[in-house]
């Protein structure tokens, strides 16, 4: 079943990497349509949120229209749109990037959540793994396989006491992101903050809105919402660049140190080599076992 937002819902902020205030406004969108971004300060310039869109860049996912028209920082909210199963929207921003808020996905769920989503009726349709892809650069790899679920599987290795190495495996099925990703925070170490703002970059960035952490010490206020925070923002971020492929992909992705670029650039090889996906029609045995919100917990209402 295809859904869609049951009536528009806005939130407003300021964006991470470029500091300028942004108003964001998801809309219910034609059944088919996917997830498309209107830049409404640029004549509603639209950019369809899709793999081949991407310019790639290891600190956060960019995409880009046929005019020049770009919008940044998008991967939390196509995390929450992918989370909470909504696969048709159109999100209209008024700048270059769409708000950091605290760091995380949850703002965009809980707004998700209040506004309520359609189902309509008829089958959905899904991108099945059939053969093993993967990418590699240096220590990091991602990679999709065949299986009967959505899944992703995630390790991270970092030198800093504070984050160290952790691991963890989830499927993303009925509330699994609401419950297990989507308040992970994004984090990095004071050094590389102080280096990116020299450099004009993460010029919204505080210790409000992302964990900042150095050697063995949490500088934000409260420390860590989880002990293996981290590695769960890792996840949330690979579900939302996931999501660029158009619709939700029926198999299992794993990364090891994996960023945004590695995760676009395993999507880019994924399509391009024969025989690897096909476009399906989901059986009904496999929905729960797709990222979705459950219904009462979300107004949820079958339309013709």
């Known amino acids: 079943m295809q859904t869609t937002l049951a009536r528009p819902l806005t939130l407003r902020g300021a964006g991470l990497h470029f500091g300028q205030p942004a108003t964001v406004t998801l809309c219910p969108a034609p059944a088919g349509q ?3 971004f209107e830049r409404v300060d640029l004549g509603r310039a639209r950019i369809p949120a899709l793999w081949d869109r991407v310019e790639q860049s290891p600190l956060m996912t960019r995409i880009v229209g046929e005019g020049g028209a770009s919008v940044a920082t998008i991967e939390h909210l196509m995390a929450a749109l992918a989370g909470c199963g909504v696969h048709d929207a159109t999100v209209r921003i008024d700048g270059p990037e769409v708000p950091i808020l605290d760091g995380s996905a949850a703002p965009f769920v ?41 899944a992703i599987d995630f390790e991270i290795d970092f030198p800093d006491a504070a984050i160290g190495r952790q691991s963890k495996r989830l499927v993303m099925g009925r509330d699994t992101f609401g419950r297990e990703l989507a308040d992970a925070r994004t984090f990095c170490r004071e050094a590389d903050i102080l280096e ?7 010029l919204g960035g505080t210790y409000d809105n992302a964990v900042v952490v150095d050697g063995a010490r949490v500088l934000s206020p409260g420390g860590w919402r989880r002990r ?23 198999g299992r992705y794993t990364g090891v140190r994996a960023g945004h670029a590695l ?3 395993l999507l880019r090889k994924l399509f391009a080599t024969p025989g690897a996906v096909d476009p399906v029609a989901c059986p009904a045995s496999l929905l729960s076992r797709l990222p979705h919100l459950s219904a009462p917990a979300v107004a949820v209402r079958a339309v013709a």
């Open 34 to 36: 996917g997830i498309v």
């Open 110 to 150: 809980a707004a998700i959540r209040d506004a309520g989503v359609i189902r309509r009726p008829g089958a959905l349709t899904v991108w099945r793994v059939l053969r093993p892809v993967e990418v590699t650069r240096g220590d990091a790899s991602a990679r999709l396989e065949p299986a009967d679920c959505a």
């Open 196 to 202: 990116m703002q020299a450099a004009g970059r993460a």
């Open 228 to 250: 293996d925070e981290a590695v769960r923002h890792k996840m949330l971020d690979a579900l939302g660049d996931l999501a660029l492929a158009g619709a939700p992909i029926l």
């Open 263 to 265: 995760t676009n650039a």
